[in-house]
């Protein structure tokens, strides 16, 4: 059974910094693309990042929103994401959910989806 | 960037059938993946590549996509689907190359 299990959420002040983590089971993590998504409270879902796996040289890839101030990270030996938040805004108060991607081609479409989420971690960006 | 749209949202009585849309401009040309989340919960896929099921979720959640439209459809509505349903495609012209409509709360009456 695949489990993902998010840790290091809490509450910051605007200006600094935070690292979330994710571990995984029950799966073969190295093979995987894996995600980060978040959810401000009481909003949709946005999608933070993803981290490529050792067969495409760990490409990181980010969301606009994040770009230039967070950083994906995977320890494949140890089964673990990461998260490192640096330059916090309030706006970046969520619950940060960590999901394996999964892509196909099927019936002439490409596409990547997320088949297993995290249950979540929440980050409180306030003064 | 690509945009999803969706109604904020829909209500149906039980045993009804409701159908949550997602629009986007050609959005047929691409693959749509639908998720549940329920409150205080992480999001489950019901539905991925338009119209396909995981194990373990019921024949009644069913998809299609077509034009600009994309829609999920449940059958034989039950209490325990309501939720917020999210639908998302990989736009790969997009640095956004992951988007996430914006959600459907589906109420049962």
């Known amino acids: 059974e695949v489990q993902l299990m998010e840790s290091g959420g809490g509450l910051v002040q605007p200006g600094g910094s935070l690292r979330l983590s994710c571990a995984a089971s029950?799966?073969?993590?190295?093979?995987?693309?894996m995600d980060w998504v978040r959810q401000a409270p009481g909003k949709g879902l946005e999608w933070v990042g993803r981290?490529?796996?050792?067969?495409?040289?760990?490409?990181?890839e980010y969301g606009a929103s994040v770009k230039g101030r967070f950083t994906i990270s995977r320890d494949d030996s140890k089964k673990s994401l990461f998260l490192q938040m640096n330059s916090l805004k309030t706006e970046d108060t969520a619950v940060y959910y960590c999901a394996r991607e999964m892509g196909a081609t099927l019936r002439g479409k490409s596409g990547y989806y997320f088949d297993s989420w995290g249950p979540g971690t929440l980050v409180t960006v306030s003064a | 960037s690509y945009v999803l749209t969706q109604p904020p949202s829909v209500s149906v009585a039980p045993g009804k059938t409701a159908s949550i849309t997602c629009g986007g401009n050609?959005?047929?040309?691409?693959?749509v993946h639908w998720y549940q989340q329920k409150p205080g919960q992480a999001p489950v896929m019901v539905i991925y590549f338009d119209s396909d099921r995981p194990s373990g979720i019921p024949e009644r959640f069913s998809g299609s996509n077509s034009g600009n439209t994309a829609t999920l459809t449940i059958s034989r509505v039950e209490a325990g689907d309501e939720a917020d349903y999210f639908c998302?495609?990989?736009?790969?012209?997009?640095?956004?190359?992951?988007?996430f409509g914006g959600g459907t709360k589906l109420t049962v009456l």
């Open positions: 981290s490529k796996t050792k067969f495409n040289s760990y490409i990181t």
């Open positions: 029950g799966f073969t993590f190295s093979d995987h693309y």
């Open positions: 050609n959005i047929g040309s691409k693959s």
């Open positions: 998302q495609v990989w736009d790969s012209d997009s640095d956004h190359n992951v988007v």
